[in-house]
């Protein structure tokens, strides 16, 4: 009978694999975690840890492996490279016990019915055990696979930021810690911590940020007091931040234009409850998810599908008042949280998020009344999605106004980037966001 361990490693080399073909990591554990299996009951810690390690070590270990292979694995092996690199992200980063790693994953080779291959992953993972010290002295010698990106990425980093990149690599490689939003309106951010300090869950609030706690030690939502009652929300403290600068009014009507899953548009409500705010997005089954968020918080807003890049089949009209526009974007500012984004992105696909944000913008600006505010937001790092692309739509764009934002959260946290402020990968543990705000000028006379 296989043991939760092989089974709990053999899960995750399905799951890596599938990310190997193009799946999203999110949606691959989904369907793990969906899928009666008894032998798993009580792994999902060791499975997520697993996943989200081979994955984000995964331009270091992938490497070592083949280079210990005699010849490359055939395309219906997948899963089997996967587990090797599982084993050697045990060995190399995990606090685990050698010999009970080597075990399990050589159990796990026949859970993935792959028997022939039992003896070549023991022999791979014994060599790693033995050649330990020079395996580690290659990696520090190796800027590549010591940090773990893929190539162009991290010539991108450099070139944006000199002085940073390492930093932001570092980061990158860091497991995010888990950060909470408390809803204002139901419960003050200190009583909330004294429920948490109750509760035996340790946390500190973010300073600047009023919303802002963070988790000392990861917990189950579950296990957050009050959480199914409203009382807290799971967001970084990054992304709280847009709410806060987008700065909605009691009357005013506002549109979070890319609005799944949510938690911005019930952000600004939890703010600003009078506002009469219109979450769109193009995705009806996402938009599910900003409903069922609305419903636990007890928000009322406006869920309406539709697309932003073309306002003729939904827009009534009228003005708003304030726009947010949390484009789509190339995620490199939350690589941490979806190590996938290392494997699936490509530099085309900078280019192509580009263009979509100019298309968005161009859209939405004629939404917006004279004097109101269209934030633009990211969870980008790179100055194409960012200061480039805000430079080139305020130069094409004669009646926007950039707006200046002295919000002490930018100034603690964010460095000045074109138009806007860019929060950089891991500043005070924060995921990397990109903000800028813009006014609609009076037509000229």
């Known amino acids: 009978m296989k043991s939760p361990a092989a089974a709990a490693r053999a899960a995750a080399a399905r799951a890596v694999s599938a990310v190997y073909r193009g799946r999203s990591l999110d949606a691959a554990l989904a369907e793990i975690f969906s899928t ?48 090797l690199v599982i084993g ?62 893929p190539a162009w990425l991290l010539a991108r980093i450099k070139a944006a930021y000199p002085e940073n990149w390492q930093a932001i690599a570092a980061a990158n490689n860091a497991r995010p810690p888990l950060c909470l939003r408390v809803h204002a309106g139901k419960i003050t951010r200190a009583a909330y911590l004294d429920k948490l300090t109750q509760a035996g869950i340790a946390a500190r609030p973010v300073p600047e940020v009023d919303s802002a706690l963070i988790l000392e030690s990861p917990v189950p939502v579950e296990a957050l007091p009050g959480f199914r009652a409203g009382e807290v929300s799971v967001q970084d403290a990054a992304a709280q931040l847009a709410a806060m600068l987008l700065d909605a009014q009691a009357g ?44 636990r918080l007890g928000l009322a807003g406006s869920v309406l599908q539709g697309d932003a890049a073309d306002p003729t089949g939904w827009w009534d009209g009228r003005p708003f008042d304030r726009i947010l526009l949390d484009a789509p974007c190339s995620a490199t500012g939350v690589i941490r949280r979806h190590p996938d984004i290392r494997l699936h992105r490509t530099p085309a696909d900078i280019a192509r998020l580009a263009a979509t944000q100019a298309r968005l913008l161009a859209a939405l600006w004629p939404l917006l009344g004279v004097g109101g505010k269209l934030l633009y937001v990211t969870c980008s790092i790179l100055p194409d999605e960012n200061a480039q692309q805000m430079t080139a739509f305020c130069a094409r764009q004669p009646d926007a106004l950039v ?43």
């Open 36 to 83: 009666p299996a008894p032998e798993l009951a009580g792994e999902r810690g060791l499975i997520q840890e697993m996943t989200y390690g081979a994955l984000r070590w995964h331009f270091q270990l992938l490497p070592l492996v083949r280079d210990f292979l005699e010849k490359p694995f055939q395309d219906k092996d997948t899963d089997l490279e996967a587990l």
């Open 88 to 149: 050697f992200y045990q060995l190399l980063h995990m606090r685990v016990a050698a010999h009970a790693a080597v075990k399990e994953t050589v159990e796990a080779v026949l859970v993935l019915k792959k028997d022939w291959a039992k003896g070549l992953t023991n022999a791979l993972l014994r060599r790693v055990l033995r050649e330990e010290t020079g395996i580690r002295a290659r990696i520090a010698a190796d800027e590549q696979l010591a940090l773990a990106h």
């Open 252 to 295: 005013e009507r506002v549109l979070d234009a890319c609005a799944a899953p949510g938690g911005k548009a019930a952000h600004i409500l939890e703010r600003a409850p009078q506002a009469a705010l219109v979450a769109l997005d193009v995705d009806a089954q996402r938009l599910e998810r900003v409903r069922e968020n609305f419903a």
């Open 403 to 445: 707006q200046t934002m002295a919000h002490p959260a930018l100034a603690r946290y964010a460095q000045a980037a074109g138009p806007g402020f860019q929060v950089l990968t891991g500043t005070d543990d924060m995921d990397g966001f990109y903000y800028a705000s813009l006014t609609k000028k009076p037509a000229a006379s």
